[in-house]
């Protein structure tokens, strides 16, 4: 048995594509087993390897783990991207559910009908640049480090730049207002492991496109 990690979910970002982003920034190689139909799905379901019948799901470790969040902590933590100690690792979750809370915003463009498409970015890209990116803009600014959290890399990072990008795709001058995010962007972008992964051919997934939707919506059962 090969020892990579397996993860179980469509050939798309969605809930998965932040453990690629951490798997690949731990330079941790792993394989994909992608949904393509429903019956791809209902098959993963009745074989048992779903706690909660729901996927993303990655086998690692000898485990099945479930649910993103505590797939997420459990890499972090594997691979010291979850800071020093308890008030490190507070402050690291903060940062990354408030960044999850933008990504799901960002995320949800893609699902908006036609005629209210031009609203909804609207008030996603006013949340970005007035909740959430100044916060991080002042957290750079105040400790002048590199990183985030306690002067080292951790999944935080990771988070940050993972959703810098998803807001620029939508709004490519998002960033305007923002140096030290700009600055953070370039730097993070060029950690090894990063830059790898955000080169072509990585195993980094696309933003969804509208022709993609029906199948996505299919296997999930979405709004049938
Ligand atoms: O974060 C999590 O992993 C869970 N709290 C939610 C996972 C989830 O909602 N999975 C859906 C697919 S939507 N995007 O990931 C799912 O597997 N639905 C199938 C079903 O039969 O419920």
Redo the contacts with the bound molecule.
């Keep these: 048995m090969s020892g990579k990690p397996k993860l179980h979910?469509?050939n798309g970002r969605?809930?998965?594509e932040s453990i690629r982003w951490l798997l690949a920034a731990a330079g941790v190689e792993f394989d994909e087993c992608f949904l393509e139909t429903r019956d791809d799905?209902l098959k993963l379901?009745e074989s048992g390897a779903?706690l909660?019948?729901?996927?993303?799901m990655v086998e690692i470790d000898g485990m099945k783990l479930?649910?993103?969040?505590?797939?997420g902590s459990y890499i972090a933590a594997k691979y010291n991207l979850y800071g020093k100690d308890l008030k490190e690792r507070a402050l690291i979750d903060m940062y990354v559910e408030a960044l999850t809370d933008l990504d799901e915003l960002l995320m949800h463009y893609a699902f908006q009908p036609a005629d209210k498409k031009e609203q909804y970015l609207a008030n996603t890209v006013d949340k970005a640049t007035n909740r959430y990116f100044p916060v991080f803009e002042k957290v750079l600014k105040d400790h002048g480090q590199d990183f985030l959290v306690g002067n080292q890399f951790s999944r935080a990072d990771v988070r940050l730049l993972e959703t810098l990008l998803m807001a620029e795709e939508c709004k490519p001058d998002i960033l305007a207002k923002f140096p030290l995010l700009q600055s953070f962007k370039a730097r993070i972008s060029n950690v090894p492991t990063i830059k790898k992964f955000l080169q072509p051919g990585s195993q980094r997934k696309p933003p969804l496109q509208e022709k993609d939707l029906p199948k996505v919506m299919k296997?999930?059962?979405?709004g049938q």
Excluded: K, S
Aim: zero cysteines; a positive charge; glycine letters at 4%.
């Design positions: 979910y469509f969605g809930r998965m799905l379901q779903l909660f019948q729901q996927v993303p479930v649910q993103t969040r505590a797939i296997i999930f059962n979405i």
